[in-house]
């Protein structure tokens, strides 16, 4: 049977390790709609356009190829973006692009034709409520501000990205400021969403539950096809 995860939720609530974790479990496809928003603005960014201002960004949307290649990999225009795209840059600018109307509407496309192919994790902002409403599952993941900057503090030191704990957190908030507050398909959840607080539990912990709530609602699914 196939069937539609959405996962959505606030900046660093972590709902990518948990989206890649239980998309390899169960062999579905895993799609990160944040960094097809982010290698938009990391091509703005490129090509010194002011991400604030929205005529000039949205000019840019025929000259945008965002794909996907194995190994998580993001290509712009074939160029492998995967690093750029996680950088402070990128993440402050990030959610005026994402907050265009016209922008949206051309990767929405995008994102509901690669999900059409198998069953899909999905994580972003407005899955659940915009790009796939009829979702079997809906999660919307969310964490204490101080636990979701604490953990992207971390993440960033792994992987190398230079950043102090200071800027995260404020890039947090003001990420989840300009996603709640912006007119087209904005940050909040579905109504039919399971709200999902992970600020005390660990990445396993929160794996096993996505994973629960997916098989009861295969479940139920199976007892209503009978
Ligand atoms: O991983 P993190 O939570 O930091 O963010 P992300 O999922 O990579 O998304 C980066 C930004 O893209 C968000 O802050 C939103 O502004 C935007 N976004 C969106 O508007 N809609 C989505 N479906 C996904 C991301």
């Known amino acids: ?9 606030p900046a660093a609530a972590g709902k990518s390790t948990i989206a890649k974790k239980v998309a ?6 895993y799609i990160d709609t944040g960094a097809m928003y982010r290698a938009f603005t990391w091509y703005c960014l490129q090509k010194g ?10 000019a840019l949307i ?5 794909e996907f290649k ?18 402070t840059n990128v993440s402050g600018n990030v959610s005026y692009i994402a907050s265009y109307k016209d922008i949206r509407l051309a990767l929405v496309e995008q994102q509901r034709k690669m999900a059409a192919k ?12 915009y790009v796939l409403p009829e979702a079997e599952v809906k999660i919307f993941q969310v964490a204490s501000v101080e636990t979701r900057a604490q953990r992207r ?5 792994e992987k190398g990205i230079p950043c102090t704990y200071e800027e995260i957190y404020a890039d947090v908030q003001k990420r989840d400021y300009i996603d709640s507050h912006r007119d087209f398909a904005p940050l ?3 109504e039919d969403a399971i709200l999902l607080d992970t600020s005390n539990l660990s990445i396993d912990e929160v794996v096993i539950e996505v994973n629960n709530i997916i098989d009861q609602k295969l479940e139920e699914l199976k007892c209503q096809k009978e």
């Open 118 to 129: 198998d069953s899909v994790i999905m994580d972003g902002r407005d899955i659940g409520t």
């Open 62 to 66: 025929p000259e945008v190829n965002i």
């Open 70 to 87: 194995p190994g998580y990999v993001v290509l712009c225009n074939g160029i492998d973006v995967s690093k750029q795209i996680r950088e």
């Open 153 to 157: 503090y971390l993440e960033n030191q």
């Open 24 to 29: 390899l479990m169960r062999n579905f496809s």
């Open 188 to 190: 909040k959840p579905a």
């Open 49 to 58: 356009v002011d991400c604030q201002n929205e005529e000039a960004c949205v």
């Open 1 to 9: 049977m196939r069937i539609a995860v959405a996962i959505d939720g």
